[in-house]
């Protein structure tokens, strides 16, 4: 049980789909947070020169 390999690489497997997962909300908060910027870029009145 304890030296099967298999368990071994579920584990590495768990681990990447865990950093998948953390990189997935990453990369979404910073879409999110770019698509705010654009919002209040386009709210805010431009200064007229």
């Not at 071994?8 to 865990?18: C, E, K, N, P, R």
């Not at 990189?23 to 209040?40: I, K, Q, R």
């Amino acid at each position: 049980m304890y030296n099967n390999p298999a368990v071994v690489s579920g584990g590495g497997v768990l681990a990447a789909t865990g950093l998948g997962a953390g990189m997935l909300w990453m990369f979404l908060a910073a879409f999110a947070l770019l698509a705010l910027g654009l919002a209040v870029l386009r709210t805010v009145p431009r200064a007229e020169r």
